[in-house]
């Protein structure tokens, strides 16, 4: 049996995740890597923060994601990768043996400018208490003002907007096409 290692949740292997869920690929042992069992999808943050959206609508739970798709979900962070003996390596001292193996781990936003501990980034957006603490924060600064004073950027593929995302929930979906 091949042992296949999927490192990170970026968009490539949510995609994979929702594919498989839909036609298993048998013959194979799967695993999934990441950090957070639950992410919030980046294309909809800025309207997450503006209030149009409750977080739910927003969120991606790809741990619930990987078990529909018969994929292992391991949470953690993957430290060191030796191809040579086909090993991942995570943080916590735990290893992988894989066959194959696939990087898509999303971006990281370089946080060593002045004045990064005012900012909240943008990727990887999980939900540990710190950023729940900090959207809800800035969720209310914005109501209070007339104009918004965040502003999140990220670089999506062109078919990539809530409305056609094939992470988010349905109702997300349907108020993104009004």
Same mark, same amino acid.
């Given at each position: 049996m091949k042992r296949i290692l999927l490192i990170g949740a970026g968009h490539g292997h949510l995609v994979?995740?929702?594919?498989?869920?839909?036609? =298993?690929?048998?013959?194979?042992?799967?695993?999934?890597?990441?950090?957070?069992p639950t992410l919030v999808y980046s294309g909809m943050l800025p309207g997450l923060l503006a209030g149009?959206?409750?977080?739910?609508?927003a969120q991606i739970e790809v741990a619930a994601l990987a078990e529909r798709a018969y994929v292992e979900f391991e949470q953690g962070e993957v430290t060191q990768l030796d191809a040579a003996a086909r090993l991942a390596t995570l943080k916590d001292g735990r290893?992988?043996?894989?066959?194959?193996?696939?990087l898509n781990a999303g971006s990281?936003?370089?946080?060593?400018?002045?004045?990064a501990e005012h900012a909240l980034p943008v990727k990887p957006f999980g939900f540990p208490r710190r950023r729940d603490n900090a959207v809800t924060s800035l969720q209310l600064r914005s109501r209070r003002r007339s104009a918004s004073p965040i502003v999140a950027a990220t670089?999506?593929?062109?078919?990539?907007? =809530?409305?056609?995302?094939?992470? $988010?929930?349905r109702s997300?979906?349907?108020? $993104?096409?009004r």
């Open positions: 994979m995740l929702r594919s498989l869920a839909d036609k =298993p690929l048998y013959g194979a042992r799967i695993t999934l890597v990441s950090p957070f149009h959206y409750r977080r739910a609508e290893s992988f043996g894989y066959d194959y193996a696939s990281l936003v370089d946080a060593s400018f002045p004045g670089r999506l593929p062109s078919d990539s907007s =809530p409305r056609s995302s094939p992470f $988010c929930s997300a979906q349907t108020r $993104c096409s």
